[in-house]
């Protein structure tokens, strides 16, 4: 574990701990320093505010506060000072504890209205915006600040976060579907396809295909990663590459119908060849005049 996740003032939501652990442990990961750990407070604007006028005499509700433990040279991050690090570690936790993150959810939830992103979107972005802070990074001067969001964006393109107006690293995503592929069992088709699908909380799940002697058995690569993400207890797709080997693999009507049940109709479906370029379609443009679970709402039962 990389955090530990406090609920104060808020309900719980046991599905932000795996994904701002996530967060955290790419924002460690890229600064290069090993055994870190952070704590994140999650509450509302009267807790923030409080702890705003508190520690900080300013009596205003924020987004995110950031308490480092540790105390950096003047210019130096966490990377550059490992000794520094050190003296935080914590033989309980077996991490070196570089402080605490406060996060206001109900400015996360009105920031993320404004800016057209998903919540967990913006959780993920205050996360890894504290977790620079905790490093040593700062926004005061615009030379610091420049550095800082530079960090901020290579954590948000590694997490493919998942950005409202549609700038989503499809790359990422991409590379992906194309490792997957690499896990192809198609012995008949020699056709070998790999897919990877984003959920809306900014997990990853890859897929290949897989055939079989008897071959209407074979299931196809969307389907393999679409297993996976259902399995995790994922239910909100937010984006889908597919990648074949030979040629781009356009998924088969099977696949855009099981896509159909999880995903918007706006989703972005990218599809390419290994070592090529890819195309971005929506599911929508791909199944056209669909049928999907709201057609049998309020029938049934
Ligand atoms: N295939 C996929 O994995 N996805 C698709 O949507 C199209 C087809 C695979 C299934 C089979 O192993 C091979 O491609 C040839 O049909």
């Not at 309900?11 to 600064?31: I, K, N, P, Y």
Request: proline share 4%; aromatic share 8%.
């Amino acid at each position: 574990m990389n955090i530990e996740l406090i609920f104060e003032n808020a309900h719980e939501d046991a599905s932000l701990e795996g994904f701002l652990d996530r967060v955290a442990g790419v924002c460690f990961e890229l600064e290069g320093v090993d055994d870190a750990f952070m704590t994140v407070v999650i509450t509302d604007d009267q807790g923030i505010r409080t702890l705003n006028r508190d520690m900080r005499d300013v009596d205003r509700v924020t987004d995110v506060l950031s308490f480092p433990t540790v105390s950096y040279p003047a210019g130096k991050t966490a990377g550059q000072c490992p000794k520094r690090v050190r003296r935080e570690y914590d033989p309980a936790l077996g991490k070196c504890n570089l402080g605490d993150c406060v996060i206001d959810l109900e400015q996360a939830r009105r920031q993320a209205e404004e800016f057209g992103h998903s919540l967990m979107r913006e959780l993920g972005y205050l996360t890894a915006h504290s977790a620079f802070h905790l490093m040593g990074y700062d926004h005061m001067e615009d030379g610091d600040k420049r550095v800082m969001r530079e960090m901020e964006k290579r954590a948000m393109r590694v997490l493919s976060l998942w950005r409202g107006d549609g700038s989503m690293d499809y790359d990422v995503l991409f590379k992906r579907a194309c490792e997957a592929l690499d896990n192809s069992y198609a012995p008949y088709s020699h056709f070998k396809v790999g897919a990877c699908i984003l959920t809306e909380d900014g997990s990853m799940f890859s897929g290949c295909n897989f055939e079989n002697a008897s071959l209407g058995a074979t299931i196809c690569a969307e389907r393999c990663a679409a297993s996976c993400a259902i399995a995790a207890g994922k239910r909100r797709f937010a984006a889908i590459a597919i990648a074949g080997e030979s040629a781009p693999a356009w998924p088969c009507g099977i696949c855009r119908q099981v896509l159909r049940e999880f995903s918007p109709l706006s989703m972005p479906v990218i599809v390419g060849q290994k070592g090529g370029e890819y195309r971005v379609l929506t599911l929508e443009e791909l199944l056209p005049r669909s049928f999907g679970p709201e057609d049998l709402q309020g029938k049934g039962e």
